[in-house]
């Protein structure tokens, strides 16, 4: 019954798409042209069988004109970037499957009116390498990194996890922002060089799913992957997946007009 109720088709014909929060998010939002959709949690509960997510929205509410002082101060409120928690919300064994190795990261981001369904590190998409935000710093071996302006410190947290926060420490590398920007923005999902983002990161310490032994957490991966299959078998996709392979037609082109949109802007640079 729980899975019947998350089922929406398209009409009788295959293929069916499974609607899910992300997709809510993206007709709420819809006059948004900037913002970050972070998987923040998840869990499943075994007395309902049931999967859920929590995910927290980065919504660009307009760029403030700021003197440098005011970028470099840590107790400064960044009011023009909006953070939206959700509470725990339902979703299919599909889309637990799809995005079971991306927690921490960004699952969808709003670029300039253009849409990405592709997974990415956090911040990678909006906020490094955007220079309202902070800059490159070189480290003491020579390296390029990202560190957000004071003002912003507050993603320093959000994007690294907490041991790694605070002003100029745990930035992403700019070869590894460079390889990403390059080859995997608006194309696919990127993990990092390593693989090292994703929920076997330990950047992942205060989520509740990190806090789940390893035997249940291997269950439920186990369980959600046969329960996504035979969904799948039965003609139903996500409308993520569903979007990349049939993009003529209606829900494939369901935002397309968004990614008609203007690539350029002032990132990464």
Not at 52 to 62: A, P, R, S, V
Not at 136 to 162: K, V
Request: proline letters at 2%.
């Amino acid at each position: 019954m729980c899975i019947c109720l998350l089922l929406l088709s398209c009409g009788s014909d295959k293929p069916k798409f499974v609607k899910s929060p992300v997709d809510n998010i993206i007709t709420k939002y819809i006059d948004k042209s900037n913002y970050s959709v972070i998987l923040a949690d998840m869990d499943y509960k075994e007395d309902t069988d049931s999967y859920y997510h929590k995910y927290q929205i980065l919504i660009d509410e307009g760029a403030p004109t700021l003197s440098q002082i005011e970028l470099n101060d840590t107790t400064a409120v960044a009011y023009d970037i909006k953070i939206v928690k959700t509470d725990w919300l339902k979703v299919s064994p599909i889309t637990f499957d799809e995005y079971k190795g991306d927690l921490g990261m960004t699952i969808l981001s709003k670029k300039n009116g253009v849409l990405d369904k592709n997974s990415s590190p956090a911040g990678v998409d909006n906020y490094v390498g955007n220079t309202r935000y902070g800059h490159w710093q070189t480290n003491s071996s020579g390296g390029s990194f990202w560190a957000f302006y004071g003002r912003y410190r507050l993603m320093s947290d959000l994007f690294y996890g907490p041991r790694y926060g605070g002003y100029g420490y745990g930035g992403y590398s700019r070869s590894h922002y460079n390889d990403y920007n390059r080859n995997y923005r608006n194309k696919q999902s990127y993990y990092g060089a390593n693989k090292e983002h994703g929920t076997k990161s330990n950047r992942n310490t205060t989520s509740s799913w990190s806090k789940k032994s390893s035997s249940f957490k291997n269950n439920v991966n186990s369980k959600v992957s046969k329960s996504a299959s035979t969904l799948r078998s039965r003609g139903y996709s996500s409308s993520k997946s569903y979007s990349k392979t049939n993009r003529t037609s209606r829900s494939g082109s369901r935002y397309s007009n968004s990614s008609s949109r203007s690539r350029s802007g002032g990132f990464g640079k």
